[in-house]
């Protein structure tokens, strides 16, 4: 992939894309952003999970990091040429990555953010960088939720590892930008473990960006992440 700045053409919006394509993604209409599926019980849907989605979310909690095995959709063997994408910025560590692969299943990693306080209900769309396309518009419901008494929590992280230990997330940071949309982080395909910024010397918590001092701009930056795997890659700004 290229370093560069660049913009892509994704269906009907525009991606500006950031070093390995970490992503800020304008979202093009209700149904590609959010899903109205607020009425369905709190412990959502438990069984396997195919895409496109059936009638029920996945549901997630705050703070919970989990990946999700997926049925291939019936009409495409291979997802080598696809990202997967969550049409929001601000609930996940990572909201766009590489898909890991395996027989006729493929792979999601979520980190839930922590200091999530209002319940989204999203879904997950499989991306397609050659064509610039998007599968289709069903993808996959999630709900993710401040609070849940029976999250979904089955968990393929050993299973991805097997496959991707070695794909440490990358990421950016855009020191011109708002110290919340600064930092960009993309999920080469083992999802986002543990992270630490270092800003000036001191650790802060890279996913709350208002707890970040106010000079951020101008002090000493790295970012260190793990993957779900324990692999970790660490990048000064």
Known sequence: MKSSIKKVLIGCGTVVALLLVTVSFQNCSSGNAEDASTTVAADGYTGDIYYPSNNSPVVLAAGQNITLKIAKPTNVSDLSSYYWVLYDTTVTAA??????????????????????????????????????????????????????????????VTEVCNLKQASAPTF???????????????????????????????????????????????????????????VARTQAF
Not at 209 to 216: A, I, K, R, T
């Open 95 to 156: 909201y766009v990555g590489y898909i890991t692969q395996s027989g006729s299943y493929f792979y999601v990693s979520l980190q839930v953010r922590s200091d999530l306080s209002a319940q989204k209900d999203l879904r997950i769309y499989l991306y397609n960088y050659n064509t610039k396309t998007y599968l289709d518009g069903n993808g996959i419901k999630i709900s993710l939720r401040p609070a849940v008494s029976n999250p979904y929590s089955s968990d393929y």
């Open 172 to 230: 950016t940071l855009n020191k011109a930008s708002a110290s919340s949309s600064a930092l960009y982080i993309f999920d080469n395909g083992a999802g986002v473990g543990n992270m630490s910024c270092s800003i000036g010397g001191v650790n802060y918590n890279c996913l709350s960006p208002s707890s970040w001092p106010s000079n951020w701009t101008s002090a000493s930056f790295s970012v260190t992440a793990y993957n779900r795997c324990g």
